[in-house]
């Protein structure tokens, strides 16, 4: 069966049928959580961000205007809500607000299978951890969602020329770790 | 790598199109650049073939239940929150309806105390009658008297709040003169 649209779920949804709702989840779940994922560098933080995600989409998909896709609407929640949680986490930090037993969780509790997986997501971190949270958003959106200048535009609410900035020294950042890892 | 800037320039989007097409004539020609472009390709290949990892699907199966869970405890909240919020706001209501009663009683003019007022008469009872004991400085006020009618003892056992009262109760005509006098005077 081809999949509805978009626009279709969300009259459905609108018109009461929270089947359609299901379905938006199903269809953007593991998008949100993979850029919280990355963004995060934790599944503890990343599932917190998916359910909020989620819920305030299910909370103001009434006020949706269609000006832009569903997609964008949803991502620009997530970018919000990842940036939010990192300026969250940096000032527990710098406070010593969490207590071991939340550094604990964020350190083991994890959906990743494989210790080889873990090993390879903890990699990705830490190349991703040497540039800035606007930067890695830039990058993850360009090259993990495909997504083109323009609609991350419409996601972060920055020029195409500074989002080609911060692109081209993220890059640069991210290779020169890569190349000294080798 | 020699040509680096070149190539991040290229994927980042800001070269122009006289740039793009003699970026791409040179990397068909050129057998270094073409090296290090591929490598440039495959390093960034090799970023994101990191996040490539099979996860416990099961997550994603549950998360459903667990968004209506939220979705239903947060509008529970909110009922809350509007309850609370509706009672503090009538408590607070209510206690100012107290109190602004509480605090007219036995200050509040009679007619016939007004009416005393008005025909320059002193009324004693109000002399007891108020909670208020601050009695307003004629002398500090430095108010003409003849101005207005007034005989010196009647505001000698006048109150601050008998004097606003008062004040609330004088015609336009008699506020706008005592508002010049003072301004005048430089009190205002």
Known sequence: ?182 | MKNKEKILRYLSGEMNKREIEQFEKEKTRSGELKKDFDKTIDLISQVQSLSDVEVNDAYFTGIIPKIKNRIEKSGRKKKVYRYSYATALLLIVLAGIYISINKNNGEILTETQMEKIINGEIPNELITDVLSTETIDLKDAEIKMDDFNFTEDYFKCFTESDFILFFNSLPDEELNELSDYLKKTKKL
């Open chain 1, 1 to 182: 069966m081809a999949e509805e649209k978009d626009e279709i779920l969300i009259e459905r949804f609108l018109e009461g049928d929270e089947r359609a709702f299901n379905e938006i989840v199903i269809r953007y779940r593991k998008k949100i959580y993979w850029h919280a994922r990355r963004m995060l560098g934790n599944h503890l933080d990343a599932d917190d961000v998916t359910q909020e995600v989620l819920v305030q989409v299910y909370n103001k998909l009434k006020t949706f205007k269609f000006n832009s896709s569903l997609y964008t609407w949803i991502f620009k929640i997530t970018s919000r809500k990842c940036l939010n949680k990192i300026k969250k986490n940096n000032i527990k930090k710098f406070f010593s607000l969490d207590d071991e037993h939340t550094e604990f969780l964020r350190t083991n509790v994890d959906i990743v299978k494989s210790f080889e997986d873990k090993e390879k997501l903890n990699r990705l971190n830490d190349v991703l951890n040497g540039i800035s949270a606007r930067q890695k958003e830039v990058f993850l959106l360009k090259r993990f969602e495909g997504m083109s200048y323009k609609e991350i535009s419409e996601i972060t609410g920055k020029s195409i020329g500074a989002l080609k900035a911060s692109y081209h020294f993220a890059l640069k950042k991210i290779l020169e770790k890569m190349e000294n890892e080798e």
